[in-house]
């Protein structure tokens, strides 16, 4: 596997269900993000982990739980979702630089998850 | 708030011309500055990084920074349909490690 991979690829849920989506990189990153994407919206920023502490989280849901029990690995688990949270579930890495340095490097993005919540 | 705006088109050329896009950002210290593709379903990807005031070739594409007009666009020469997809200005605020923030994205039509 190379890249930034995302499992399931799709996923339809009920609104009791639990489920989680994962992500691994295999870059070497030392970040990792969710994103939310929904239709004609840009791209949401939920969660950031930089050396496996999170940095950022942009006042999501508790129904949002993220994981990240190594730098390679991301989680985010799923529970008792509400319909307007389907969406594609974008993950992505990146090599953070602590220490005060400007420069963010690329962060690259996994296929997504699209979710489906009825 | 930061912001980062872009026109979201669609933006319709014929095939072989040149495409230009734009992207505005709102926080002046920002260093660092991407733009990503999306095809429609398919997730964001790198087309070019720009962290110098000028223009940065690569192929077809050019992008082009103007920091103090908080100004960066993408050129793409010799527009092919396959270019037909949603470009995305991404802008790395300050402080360092500071997530990007994406712009809502402009959709490119190429007709052949």
């Known amino acids: 596997e190379t890249g930034v991979t995302q499992t399931p690829r799709h996923l339809v849920m009920g609104m009791t269900n639990k489920k989680s989506l994962k992500c691994e990189q295999h870059?070497?990153?030392?970040?990792m993000y969710w994103y939310k994407q929904s239709a004609k919206k840009p791209l949401e920023l939920m969660f950031v982990y930089s050396l496996e502490e999170r940095v950022e989280n942009n006042s999501v849901p508790s129904r949002f739980s993220p994981e990240c029990p190594n730098s390679s690995h991301l989680f985010l688990h799923l529970h008792t979702l509400q319909p307007e949270d389907s969406a594609l579930y974008l993950c992505?890495?990146?090599?953070?630089?602590?220490?005060?340095?400007?420069?963010?490097?690329?962060?690259?993005f996994g296929p997504g998850t699209r979710l489906t919540v009825l | 708030q930061k912001e980062v705006e872009q026109n979201s088109g669609p933006l319709s050329v014929p095939e072989g011309a040149i495409a230009s896009l734009n992207c505005t950002y709102s926080?002046?210290?920002?260093?660092?500055f991407f733009w990503y593709r999306q095809y429609s379903g398919k997730s964001p990807e790198l087309i070019m990084s720009?962290?110098?005031?000028g223009d940065k070739e690569d192929g077809r594409f050019t992008a082009q920074l103007n920091k103090a007009s908080q100004y960066v666009s993408l050129l793409i020469r010799d527009s092919q349909p396959s270019d037909s997809a949603t470009y995305l200005c991404?802008?790395?605020?300050?402080?360092?490690?500071?997530?990007?923030?994406f712009g809502k994205g402009t959709t490119l039509s190429v007709s052949s």
């Open positions: 991404a802008v790395n605020p300050p402080p360092a490690g500071t997530a990007l923030i």
């Open positions: 992505a890495s990146s090599q953070d630089r602590p220490g005060g340095s400007w420069v963010t490097d690329t962060q690259y």
């Open positions: 870059l070497g990153h030392n970040a």
């Open positions: 926080d002046r210290g920002s260093q660092s």
């Open positions: 720009i962290y110098s005031n």
